[in-house]
């Protein structure tokens, strides 16, 4: 399900990084782990600490200095389809932004 909603988002491309698949448009917004049982999503820390906080049992922060820049873990089997079309949403946004110089 989530290689099927992250490729389904305009311009995304799917190719390997490290050990990970990555989803990315300008930049990498995501990636998922051969196992897919969680993903990595790139998201501001604003809205990291709110999905943490209102849904502790499926994201938690990335547990290195990517967690603090917003990178997030979504345990996949916790969330229902909506709401994960919805952080990957949130996450290709922030892969279609220009990188600051």
């Not at 990555?22 to 051969?34: D, E």
């Not at 999905?51 to 967690?67: I, L, Q, R």
């Not at 917003?70 to 089997?77: F, I, P, R, S, V």
Request: charged share 25%; aromatic share 8%.
């Amino acid at each position: 399900m989530f290689r099927e909603i992250a490729l389904s988002l305009e311009g995304t491309l799917e190719a390997p990084h490290f050990d990970r698949t990555a989803f990315k448009v300008r930049r990498i917004y995501a990636s998922l782990p051969a196992d897919g049982k969680t993903a990595n999503l790139r998201l501001a820390p604003d809205e990291q600490a709110l999905k943490c906080m209102t849904h502790p049992e499926a994201f938690s922060p990335v547990g290195n200095a990517w967690g603090r820049q917003g990178w997030t873990q979504c345990e996949l089997a916790r969330v229902e389809r909506g709401e994960l079309e919805q952080v990957l949403a949130l996450a290709w946004t922030h892969g279609c932004a220009k990188q600051p110089r």
